[in-house]
């Protein structure tokens, strides 16, 4: 049964970075679609990256566009997130997600049915 665990979350101040990482057990990420999703407190899940190993595609949300990365190191079963400029309103719970699939556009969580059990992010001063 493959398993995905989320790490590298903690509190961070405003303007600071994070990375955070997705690993994968018991099954390879090639072909798969890996996403990053988060959810902050009181909010709905949201998805905010995706990355297709097939083909290396990437997709953010307009949110995170321009201060998140998402990447894997060539045959690695890791897919990083890279978080920059991070603001409050960054503040969630974060997850990674994957599917045999590939991303398209900014991920759906009903398109994902491997999950991690998330890490937290709080982005206070």
């Known amino acids: 049964q493959g398993k995905l665990v989320e790490s590298g979350g903690g509190l961070v101040q405003p303007g600071g970075s994070l990375r955070l990482s997705c690993t994968a057990s018991?099954?390879?990420?090639?072909?798969?679609?890996i996403a990053w999703f988060r959810q902050g407190p009181g909010g709905e899940r949201e998805g905010i990256s995706c990355l297709s190993t097939i083909d290396g595609s990437k997709h953010y949300a307009d949110s995170v566009k321009d201060r998140f990365i998402i990447s894997r190191d060539n045959g690695e079963n890791v897919v990083y997130l890279q978080m920059n400029n991070l603001k409050p309103e960054d503040t969630a719970t974060y997850y990674c997600?994957?599917?045999?699939?590939?991303?398209?556009?900014?991920?759906?969580?009903?398109?994902?049915?491997?999950w991690g059990q998330g890490t937290q992010v709080t982005v206070s001063s």
């Open positions: 018991g099954f390879s990420l090639d072909y798969y679609a």
């Open positions: 997600a994957t599917e045999w699939t590939t991303c398209l556009d900014v991920p759906l969580v009903s398109s994902y049915n491997t």
